[in-house]
C-alpha cells in the first residue's frame, strides 16, 4: 500500500521526512513532542535522507517495515522505560516474549529482518528513542556488508545512530554487541565484519555511556566465519545461540541493575573468613604500582595501565573512585572498561602469610580477562573457553558462575576450576594480599572467603 505521500513530489518528501527526523532526534531534547508522520510505509525514496546507502526494496522487507513499523506504533506508551533492542532479523529473532530468557525485565524488540544501519537511523526516533527506554542494545550492520555498503559507510551510520541517542538520551545505557561473523557464503567475509568491529570500538572507546560485548569472539570459529553450532545457516542464530547471547548479556544486565537485584545470601563455612561483606568495599583498596616508561611507538589499541602513586582504601565505599570496582548486591564487579582494555589491580588491605585455602565465585562477559593474585602472583582468571589459557575446560560454564578454589602450602599454590586442575606448582611468596586483576570485559567475583591452615 502506498501512503498518502507518495503523489507529491519526491524533494517534497525527501525535505518533510529530513524535517521530521531532525525534530524527533534533536528538538525534542528542549522539550518538543517529536512529530508524527502519516504513514509507517518505507519512504520510497531515500534522497535526502540521513545515512549512506541504499534502503533494500525487496517485497518481504518493505511489507515488514510497515507492518512492524505500524504495530509498534500501537505500543508506545506500553513499552515506556524499556530495554530496547535495535537491530535486524537477529534481534527480531528473539520474538516479543524474548524467548523468556530475562524475567523481570521490561523489553521491547525493534528488529526488523532485512534492516540496514540507515534503516535503523530512520526509524531510531520512533521506534526507539520515542519509549525513553531504560537502556539500548545494538545489533548492527551485517545486512549492509551483503548489499555491498562500504566499512566506512557503516561507520559514519553507526556514528549518526550514536548522535542521534545522546541527543535526546544523554544518559541512556549503550550496550553494543560485536557484529556477528557470518561466512562469505553469505556475501559477509569475516575481513569485512571484523573492518566495522573496529570501526565501531573506535567511535566508542572510551565513552562510559557504552559498554562493548564481545559477540563476535563468542560465535565465531578458529576462521573467524560462524560457528555452526550457534547458527542454521551461517548468519542465523539457532536456539542454541540464542541461548549463548542470553548468557552473554546477563552479567552486564545485572550490573545495570536490571536482574540479579537482590542481595545474595551466602554463609562462609566453618573455619572460613569472608573477604568482601557484598555491600561494600570495606577491606580492599588500590596499592602503589611501579612507574612505567612510556611506550616508544604505542599502538592505538594498547591497553591503558593505571598506575596508583599513593595507597587508597575503600571502606564503606560502594564503588573506587573511578568505577571499575563496585558491590552491587553481593557481586564484586569489575566493570567493563570504556578504553578497551584497562589493567589495574584491587587488593585486600589485609596480608595473608599463613598457609590457606582460597575459594570464591566468578561469571565473565565474553573473551573477559581478570586475573587473582595470590600474594603477588597472577593466577588468570577468565572466560577460560574463550580467552585461554585453559580452553579445554570441561565443566566450565560460560555466563554463568564458576567455582575457584586455590589451595596454599609451603609456597606453592594449586588451583582448580569446578574441580578441574588449572595449575599445582605456582609458587608464591611468603606473605601478600589477595588481589583482583580488570583488564577487558566484564567479570564478577561473590563468595569470596578465606580459611586458614593451621598445624
Not at 534533536?26 to 518538543?32: D, E, I, P, W, Y
Not at 570500538?201 to 565465531?220: N, R
Not at 589451595?407 to 574441580?419: E, H, L, P, Q, Y
Request: aromatic residues 8%; hydrophobic residues 40%; positive net charge.
Amino acid at each position: 500500500m502506498k501512503s498518502n505521500s507518495d503523489s507529491k513530489p519526491s524533494f517534497v518528501r525527501s525535505l518533510a521526512f529530513t524535517l521530521c527526523f531532525t525534530l524527533a532526534a534533536l528538538g525534542s531534547v528542549q522539550g518538543a513532542a517529536p512529530p508524527q508522520t502519516n504513514s509507517k510505509a518505507l519512504p520510497a525514496d531515500e534522497s535526502g535522507l540521513p545515512g549512506e546507502g541504499a534502503l533494500r526494496r525487496y517485497d518481504a522487507y518493505v511489507k515488514r517495515w510497515q507492518e512492524s513499523r505500524t504495530a509498534w506504533a500501537q505500543r508506545v506508551q506500553a513499552d515506556q522505560k524499556a530495554v530496547v533492542f535495535l537491530g535486524d532479523s537477529i534481534t527480531q529473532g528473539w520474538g516479543a516474549d524474548f524467548k523468556g530468557k530475562f524475567p523481570g525485565m521490561k523489553l521491547a524488540n525493534r528488529g526488523i529482518g532485512g534492516d540496514t544501519t540507515r534503516g535503523m537511523l530512520i526509524r531510531l526516533a520512533e521506534d526507539v528513542l520515542d519509549l525513553n527506554p531504560s537502556a539500548i542494545v545494538l545489533l548492527l550492520g551485517t545486512n549492509d556488508i551483503e548489499v555491498g555498503i562500504d566499512p566506512e559507510a557503516i561507520g559514519r551510520n553507526f556514528q549518526k545512530i550514536l548522535a542521534a541517542i545522546k541527543a535526546r538520551h544523554p544518559k541512556v545505557p549503550i550496550v553494543l554487541c560485536r557484529m556477528f561473523p557470518s561466512s562469505a557464503e553469505k556475501n559477509r567475509p569475516a575481513e569485512k565484519i571484523k573492518r566495522v568491529n573496529s570501526l565501531y570500538e573506535a567511535t566508542v572507546k572510551g565513552d562510559p555511556q557504552i559498554t562493548v560485548l564481545d559477540t563476535w569472539t563468542l560465535f565465531a570459529d578458529a576462521k573467524g566465519d560462524a560457528n555452526p553450532a550457534w547458527f542454521g545457516d551461517l548468519l542465523h542464530l539457532n536456539p542454541a545461540g540464542y541461548d549463548r547471547w542470553a548468557a552473554a548479556l546477563r552479567p552486564v544486565f545485572a550490573t545495570l541493575g536490571f536482574i540479579d537485584t537482590e542481595a545474595d545470601v551466602f554463609a562462609p563455612e566453618p573455619g572460613f573468613i569472608s573477604l568482601f561483606n557484598g555491600r561494600d568495599l570495606t577491606g580492599w583498596g588500590f596499592r602503589p604500582t611501579p612507574p612505567r616508561a612510556p611506550a616508544k611507538n604505542p599502538k592505538p589499541d594498547a591497553p591503558v595501565f593505571v598506575e596508583i602513586k599513593e595507597a587508597a582504601t575503600f571502606d564503606g565505599k560502594a564503588a573506587s573512585p573511578d568505577g571499575r570496582y563496585r558491590a552491587i548486591n553481593g557481586r564484586l564487579v569489575v566493570t567493563t572498561p570504556p578504553e578497551g582494555r584497562r589493567i589495574q589491580q584491587l587488593s585486600t588491605t589485609r596480608e595473608f602469610g599463613d598457609d590457606f585455602i582460597l575459594k570464591l565465585e566468578f561469571r565473565a562477559t565474553p573473551n573477559a580477562d581478570s586475573g587473582v593474585f595470590i600474594r603477588q602472583p597472577q593466577l588468570q582468571c577468565r572466560d577460560f573457553l574463550l580467552a585461554g589459557p585453559y580452553n579445554q575446560l570441561k565443566q566450565f560454564k560460560q555466563g554463568d558462575w564458576n567455582e575457584l578454589v586455590v589451595t596454599v602450602k609451603n609456597g606453592v599454590a594449586t588451583a582448580t576450576c569446578n574441580g578441574e586442575l588449572l595449575t599445582d606448582n605456582m609458587k608464591v611468596p611468603a606473605t601478600g594480599p589477595i588481589g583482583l586483576e580488570g583488564d577487558r570485559g566484564q567479570m564478577e567475583y561473590r563468595r569470596l572467603r578465606l580459611k586458614p591452615l593451621t598445624l
